[in-house]
């Protein structure tokens, strides 16, 4: 009888051990996401400071996109913004041919004017073709340079598959991208907070009231975290979605292309975001760096600081954050002449063996070589001062 106890007692230590170990795997939360589980042709999820991919499904196919096309013009607008070439006050004249737009659209009559503040919105929450041809008007006087400006920064971007025919998306030969390319864009245009100030709109009003609009992201009201983008549906592109979300200081981009309904689209969106939150986490990079300052060899001044350029934050997987390890390599000295920005050094990131970021270590200032000349100025001003 005893023999029996003791057996239930060992079997039953067994099986709260292996429930322990199961209840800790399962508060890690990491779950896979295969190609299966998402429905549309193509997609990509990616870190939405680093860029760096998470998921990708055909993510390089080439595709219609449809109003996806507006995260390149909302860009170049807030760009606009930006430089001050134009201000949300400014008053947009709607023309006959912005007018003629047809799809989604506020109505707009040709001479009928409206701030660019509300063509901003009607291009970002209604997804208006006509407001966005009157805003790429308003900013480089016609459609066709507007047009010629989104294919300049698509390749300043490194968008190698995307070639813009219009502003808006409306189908037409040749209006092509990639589920890549738009995650690219929409890195880009977050990094402009002002956006959100119109993406994250659910439901508002223009014409003082006249005419109201709703967002097309129903993600908005169902998605914690949620942030914008833009969705679009025509017959070449299907339903699109670019759909951006922030937790715990983490952003991520969602595109999905060619999903077969809208609500295929805002679930494939979804599955993606759920899976980098879950699995993904960011560590900060900023305070890695030990040296201060560089010797000057031969210069007007003995040294100069040092800083490390364009750091900020690094995606890793949840767990790993303890585990990256810092290596600095810098210069004993620099000899002048330099200017500022020089490169003298190296941090690399590390987890375990893995490089996974490396950031230049360089001058925070310049410095002029040593003469006589320079030296005689300076005694010259010291003498002048007694």
């Known amino acids: 009888m005893l023999n029996i106890k003791n057996k239930l007692l060992k079997t039953l230590s067994l099986f709260l051990s292996i429930l322990m170990t199961l209840m800790a795997f399962s508060s890690v939360s990491v779950f896979a996401l295969s190609e ?69 659209d506020i109505w707009l009559e040709e001479g ?158 979804a599955a993606l975001l759920d899976y980098g939150f879950a699995n993904y986490e960011t560590s900060d990079l900023k305070g890695k760096l030990t040296s201060d300052n560089i010797k000057v060899n031969k210069g007007m001044v003995d040294s100069v600081g040092v800083e490390c350029s364009d750091i900020g934050s690094i995606v890793v997987k949840k767990g790993e954050k303890e585990s990256i390890s810092v290596e600095e390599n810098i210069e004993e000295s620099i000899e002048a002449p330099f200017k500022k920005g020089t490169k003298v050094g190296l941090l690399t990131f590390k987890l375990g063996d893995e490089i996974i970021d490396k950031k230049d270590i360089v001058t925070k200032e310049g410095a002029d070589k040593i003469s006589f000349s320079s030296v005689l100025s300076i005694l010259m001003s010291s003498l002048l001062k007694l």
Not at 137 to 147: A, I, K, L
Not at 155 to 167: S, V, Y
Not at 176 to 183: M, N, P, Q, R
């Open 36 to 104: 299966d589980d998402i429905t549309s042709p193509s997609a990509v999820l990616i870190e939405g400071d680093s860029g760096k991919i998470l998921y990708d499904k055909n993510s390089h196919d080439i595709r219609a996109c449809a109003s996806i096309t507006k995260v390149m013009t909302l860009l170049l607008v807030m760009e606009a913004l930006d430089s001050g070439k134009i201000s949300l006050d400014d008053t947009v004249t709607a023309s006959a041919h912005a007018a003629s737009m047809g799809g989604s």
């Open 112 to 269: 009928e004017q409206m701030s660019v503040d509300d063509m901003i919105k009607a291009t970002a929450v209604a997804s208006a073709n006509d407001a966005a041809v009157a805003l790429a008007e308003f900013v480089s006087g016609s459609e066709d340079d507007f047009v010629a400006q989104m294919n300049n920064k698509a390749k300043e971007l490194g968008m190698n598959d995307t070639t813009f025919k219009n502003c808006n998306g409306l189908d037409e030969e040749g209006h092509l991208t990639s589920a890549y390319d738009v995650a690219l864009m929409s890195k880009e245009l977050i990094k402009h907070d002002k956006i959100f100030d119109y993406t994250s709109i659910w439901i508002d009003n223009l014409r003082g009231g006249e005419t109201q609009i709703v967002n097309t992201n129903k993600l908005l009201k169902s998605y914690d975290g949620i942030t914008g983008l833009k969705t679009g549906t025509t017959g070449d592109a299907g339903s699109c979605i670019s759909a951006t979300a922030e937790r715990d200081g983490m952003k991520l981009i969602a595109v999905v292309l060619g999903a077969d309904t809208g609500t295929n689209r805002f679930k494939d969106a």
